[in-house]
């Protein structure tokens, strides 16, 4: 359903486990990016309706997950950490070239949003599934749920503002993109990398 052309390695999970702190302060701050991109989609395209009434909710959405997270870490006596750059994140925007007419540059928003919300989709329904602490496990299934929407809300919206036949090219090569970007990340305790 995703698309994803490379699977996270199961093993990722057994560095989680070991990490639980970490993971959960990582995913915190992914939860308030999602939030900011949505803030941003609003300020840089005003003009598309149905995509600042859906980034609306979405603010809200991301930013309820953020608490959520955040609560989970209270939970466990310990406090928010420091926020850290999103090495997948920074490597998936080199992808296309900058500028470009402005619906080209919305689609390409677009469909990084979509990509990350399916990777991050992927991993949560892999903790979902593997997670010893099985509180956490039920969280991320909660949670996975949600990602799949976004994730199809944002491919929905490149296809609907662009070409559909460029903007499934466009998808597919990103797809590819990701995946070589894959086999260098799932070493670490992110949720992304």
Known sequence: MLGL??????RWVNIV???IEDILTDHAWCEQKAA???VSLIVSFPEYTELIQEMIALVKEEISHFKMVHDKILERGWVLGRDRKDEYVLQIVQ???????RTTQLVHRLLYAALIEARSCERFRL???ELEDKELAEFY????VSEANHY??????????????????KWNEL???????????????SIHG
């Open 17 to 19: 486990e070991k990490n």
């Open 127 to 129: 903790l979902s599934e």
């Open 5 to 10: 052309k490379l699977p996270t390695d199961p």
């Open 175 to 189: 797809l590819s993109f990701e995946a070589d970007v894959m086999k260098d990340l799932g070493k670490h305790q």
């Open 36 to 38: 900011s991109t949505a």
């Open 152 to 169: 199809t809300m944002f491919l929905g919206f490149a296809r609907q503002y662009g070409d559909r036949k460029e903007v499934d090219q």
């Open 95 to 101: 992808f296309f070239p900058k500028g470009g007419s």
């Open 141 to 144: 299934r909660k949670l996975m």
